[in-house]
């Protein structure tokens, strides 16, 4: 009797509990559909939806990598109104001055209320495709070099830019992630495209690109970057890179070359050892091509007799090498890439030889 | 033991001297883990403060009128004499802090959505967050009237959020001070509690109960 009665009256009391909520429900989450209007374009989505999947849904693929988690900060955008408070979360990727400017993380904005966003031009113009891999080999002992060929016609990337690969992930709420790379060859016509992946130790992206084999299909978004090259307003191209930061710096440095241009071109990059360094031979046959072409390589941990150039970190090896009288100094473009402390030991460089910050591009990762 | 049964001086005695944080040492997992910044100890206080008084009062009506042996006489006549649900206690209190809790979180979420993010994990955990339990059966334990429930669900709700406090404020001081490397973090704040509890005893003479 105890029993049955108790359990009746438990019943009766969750039944009422759960009315409650649902009423609570009513009140304090809004039911009608939220705008989201970019440009003159606008579309209707749930309200309580984070604003990156509501983006993905509607065809606009804006870079992330870490699959909305908040942990990349690459899915900025501009909001104009709406959105609400910027959170915690998103302060570890955005400064004050992009703060003001009402710059937010997509993945971490809940869509409550109307929003008006201004994306840049080519974030519309990324789409999703698909692509075989063509071939693919060892670089060095942990860079590997793959070559893919896109389905679409449609698909044209401009030197320096980047794509995100689609990279199926089981811990990943929507059973994938992506993970950014740039293409590391010439613009050309075939909808070609390379990529230049390191290996990293229990990396998602690198280890499951180093194990896929010719012939397999992969999904990826793109292009990105809004770097531009513009050879007819410069007089001096200087390229900065370590690590694999070669792969933006081979797509200039073979774009810019097979197009012909007289405008000089720079190289300076850094490695580890002789092993590491890649491309080595394809950058000393241009450099007898092209009168217009110089490279200068650097090792900071060879220790073999047989290494015949420069050895240091890549930025002391610069500030040594390059000559800056010898053209217009306002004219000179840097593109930089590679790990944080060779940028930032760049940067002090540069700031020191005065060169104003819009000469400057760089990448650090 | 003298048992106090004016409102006013439970009232006292669950901030001070019979502190839910510093005396009975419940609720210490969201005491230690949102004691970081003070807007954050702030909102997870009046949470606290929130759940505890509404569930306080609620769990009174359903231990009182449904669960205590006889009280279900006003409802069933001369059988409910008979009937002693004592037994559904726990499992009726955690059902009504959970929907309380729920409604609590959703409310967060719309008012202010950077405190929602920022309490994250241990907000949903207030559930089983063992100080608004221990409110509930400390109430029947103690055999208090209907006033005397809810004034001592609304204390011990101050009490946690003037402990928590008081905590984010020494924490913010100690972010500048020169801490053993193994006691960082955690350690450093177990043992600041433990010396705030013995400060705490020092209300002891004033109420006793």
Not at chain 2, 38 to 65: D, R
Request: with cysteine.
């Amino acid at each position: 009797m105890n029993i049955i009665l108790g359990i009746v009256l438990f019943i009766l009391l969750i039944e009422i509990l759960l009315v409650i909520i649902f009423i609570s429900t009513k009140l304090f989450i809004p039911q009608k559909p939220v705008k989201v209007s970019i440009k003159d374009k606008t579309f209707e989505v749930n309200a309580g939806e984070d604003l990156l999947s509501a983006l993905y849904a509607e065809d606009i693929f804006i870079p992330s990598a870490c699959g909305g988690q908040g942990t990349c900060g690459y899915c900025k955008v501009k909001v104009k109104s709406g959105g609400g408070r910027i959170l915690p979360i998103e302060k570890e990727f955005i400064n004050k001055k992009e703060e003001k400017e009402g710059t937010r993380l997509a993945c971490q904005l809940k869509l409550m209320e109307d929003v008006e966003l201004d994306l840049p031009a080519q974030y519309l113009d990324a789409k999703e495709y698909e692509a075989k891999l063509v071939s693919a080999k060892m670089l060095t002992r942990d860079i590997r070099e793959l070559v893919f060929k896109v389905d679409d016609d449609d698909f044209c990337f401009q030197c320096g830019q980047y794509v995100q690969i689609k990279i199926p992930c089981k811990t990943s709420l929507n059973g994938y992630e992506f993970r950014a790379y740039s293409v590391a060859c010439a613009e050309n016509e075939n909808c070609l495209f390379t990529l230049n992946v390191k290996l990293v130790d229990g990396g998602l992206g690198s280890t499951w690109l180093h194990k896929i084999e010719e012939g397999k299909t992969i999904t990826f978004t793109g292009p990105y970057g809004e770097w531009q090259f513009k050879p007819e307003s410069w007089e001096h191209l200087v390229l900065i890179g370590g690590g694999v930061g070669m792969a933006p710096l081979k797509s200039i440095v073979d774009t810019a070359l097979e197009q012909k241009l007289s405008l000089p071109v720079s190289l300076y990059f850094g490695a580890r050892t002789r092993k590491d360094l890649f491309y080595f031979d394809h950058f000393k046959e241009l450099e007898s091509k092209f009168d217009n072409f110089s490279s200068v390589f650097a090792l900071s941990d060879e220790k073999s007799e047989n290494w015949k150039g420069k050895t240091g970190f890549i930025h002391q090896v610069f500030a040594e090498d390059f000559n800056f009288s010898q053209v217009d100094k306002d004219k000179i473009h840097f593109f930089l890439c590679g790990p944080p402390p060779m940028i930032d030991g760049l940067m002090e460089i540069l700031t020191a030889k005065q060169i104003f910050e819009e000469q400057v591009f760089y990448d650090k990762f | 033991m003298e048992v106090y049964s004016n409102p006013l001086i439970i009232l006292f005695a669950a901030i001070f001297t019979n502190n839910i944080i510093f005396a009975n040492f419940l609720g210490m997992c969201s005491f230690v883990a949102l004691s970081k910044k003070i807007e954050i100890s702030l909102g997870m206080g009046m949470a606290v403060t929130f759940v505890s008084t509404i569930t306080s009062a609620i769990n009174w009506g359903i231990y009182n009128y449904f669960l205590k042996d006889g009280a279900t006489t006003w409802l069933l006549g001369s059988v409910g004499k008979e009937i002693n649900l004592e037994i559904f206690t726990f499992i009726s209190f955690i059902a009504v802090i959970a929907a309380f809790v729920q409604i609590v979180e959703m409310a967060i979420e719309k008012f202010s959505t950077s405190l929602y993010h920022a309490m994250g994990i241990f907000l949903p955990l207030i559930t089983v967050n063992c100080a608004i339990l221990g409110v509930s059966l400390f109430m029947i334990i103690r055999e208090y009237t209907f006033v005397q429930a809810l004034t001592y669900g609304f204390g011990a709700g101050a009490g946690y959020t003037l402990a928590i406090l008081t905590m984010a404020g020494i924490r913010k001081k100690l972010r500048y001070s020169n801490i053993p490397a193994p006691l960082e973090g955690i350690g450093i704040t177990m043992i600041t509690t433990a010396i705030m509890a013995m400060a705490f005893m020092g209300f002891n003479g004033m109420v006793n109960f």
